[in-house]
């Protein structure tokens, strides 16, 4: 076993051991392995005990593997071993990780996970058994991968009150945005090859629908407001209808498209959601490409801030996670109470909300005098001569507005909505 020995003070915490234990071997629970395992004398350093891996749950074997003796195919001994005080979920999927994410709690060992589906599905009632039991329920990782950003919320910025969120928080949908950007590509080509290179799921319905985002962002907003924000109740848009034919109209408006998760916080309530949207030049978010996340947030006091890096992968992820490991030892004794309720945030009226939307019109439908007759004056009407279409950029309206006059003009191929 590897022990820290900086000086005389952290040779007498590394008779402290805490024993941990992993559920999943995947992706990212083996680089969890490999961050505590290489990383060993700086996390004693900063966990000021000795963090040791004593079980490792998988269906699987892995012979030959550095941690083939630590690897375990029932959950029953970690949960029932007082040694172990922290337990890291890495399982991904709603279940079994939300059972045993509630027994470890029930008995008393912390939990550090990635998993966004259990914390979006169960924050608040996990967070209570924590609370219950003396323990923490730690989730940096199902945010934004490897880039701090939930505790960016719960410790960072609690002097100041959060106005606003947007961020780019899924990788694969913002790698397939810029690729048909740079490329000119089609949607289905580019997912394709995404698949290949194995940065897109097999199903990629999650990502490419938006409700991986739509999760985040819910995470994010409910630690901001304290309450809950069920994804579900979210407007969400997905990438599926985004074309190359998006792009040129997009470029020629001087405007990038990124799938934004976002969240406005007044007194009224929260507007929340993901979408697509047309981002001028100068917007933060608009240089975040490839597989990169980005969250950029407004407060009172501090006015913007962001934080940006690697959204998902082993490493980067893994580190999230053992920055919780981190945590919970070092708060062993009095854990983290984290600030969400299991009461309903207030929602405002979404179709209240008002902005511009570009829309891409078949010509022979939809005719310019249409535009003038549906829309009244528009901000930009971009003639493209390759094809028998056009698009046109409407003026400020509310969602309700644009919903109503999109459900009756002929001819609209899609839609985008400007600026985030
Ligand atoms: N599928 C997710 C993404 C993984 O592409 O961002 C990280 O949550």
Redesign the pocket.
């Known amino acids: 076993m590897l022990r820290c020995g900086v000086d005389i003070y952290y040779e007498k915490i590394e008779e402290n051991i805490m024993k941990a234990a992993i559920l999943g071997y995947g992706t990212v629970g083996s680089g969890v392995a490999e961050v505590l395992t290489a990383n060993s004398e700086l996390i004693c350093r900063n966990a000021h005990e000795t963090v040791e891996i004593k079980y490792i749950l998988d269906l699987r074997d892995f012979p030959g593997d550095v941690h083939e003796d630590k690897i375990i195919h029932d959950f029953e001994t970690i949960v029932n071993d007082p040694e172990i005080g922290i337990v890291c979920e890495t399982m991904g999927g709603d279940n079994p990780a939300y059972t045993f994410t509630k027994r470890c709690l029930e008995a008393g060992k912390s939990v550090c996970t990635?998993n966004?589906e259990v914390v979006a599905n169960h924050g608040p009632e996990l967070i209570q058994i924590a609370r219950e039991n003396n323990c923490g329920y730690y989730f940096e990782a199902?945010?934004g991968?490897g880039i701090p950003i939930i505790r960016v919320i719960n410790d960072c910025l609690t002097t100041d009150r959060i106005l606003s969120l947007a961020g780019i928080?899924?990788?694969?949908?913002?790698?397939i945005l810029t690729k048909m950007a740079k490329e000119g590509a089609d949607f289905e080509a580019v997912l394709k090859q995404a698949q290949e290179l194995g940065?897109?799921?097999k199903n990629p319905e999650?990502?490419v629908e938006g409700h991986?985002?739509c999760r985040?962002i819910a995470i994010l907003a409910s630690l901001v407001t304290g309450k809950n924000v069920d994804f579900k109740s979210l407007n969400c848009t997905g990438i599926t209808k985004i074309s190359s034919r998006d792009f040129m109209y997009a470029k020629k408006l001087g405007r990038s498209i990124k799938l934004l998760a976002t969240a406005d916080f007044s007194k009224d309530g929260l507007i929340a959601g993901v979408s697509p949207y047309m981002l001028p030049a100068e917007h933060p978010l608009n240089g975040i490409d490839g597989?990169f996340?980005a969250v950029f947030v407004h407060s009172e006091m501090l006015d913007d801030t962001m934080y940006y890096g690697r959204?998902?992968g082993k490493l980067p992820?893994a580190t999230a996670v053992v920055s919780d490991v981190v945590c919970a030892t070092k708060l062993a004794k009095c854990p983290e109470s984290i600030n969400w309720e299991a009461d309903d945030a207030k929602l405002a009226d979404f179709g209240q909300v008002e902005r511009q939307f570009f829309v891409r019109v078949k010509e022979s439908d939809g005719s310019e005098s249409n535009v003038k007759a549906f829309f009244g004056d528009v901000d930009h009407l971009v003639i493209d001569g390759v094809n028998d279409e056009f698009g046109f950029v409407t003026s400020k309206m509310t969602e309700a507005k644009f919903e109503e006059l999109r459900a009756k003009m002929p001819g609209i191929l899609n839609f985008v909505r400007l600026d985030g």
């Open positions: 990635s966004k199902s945010v991968g928080l899924n990788g694969t949908t913002n790698y940065y897109a799921e999650a990502d991986d985002a985040k597989v996340n959204g998902a992820t």
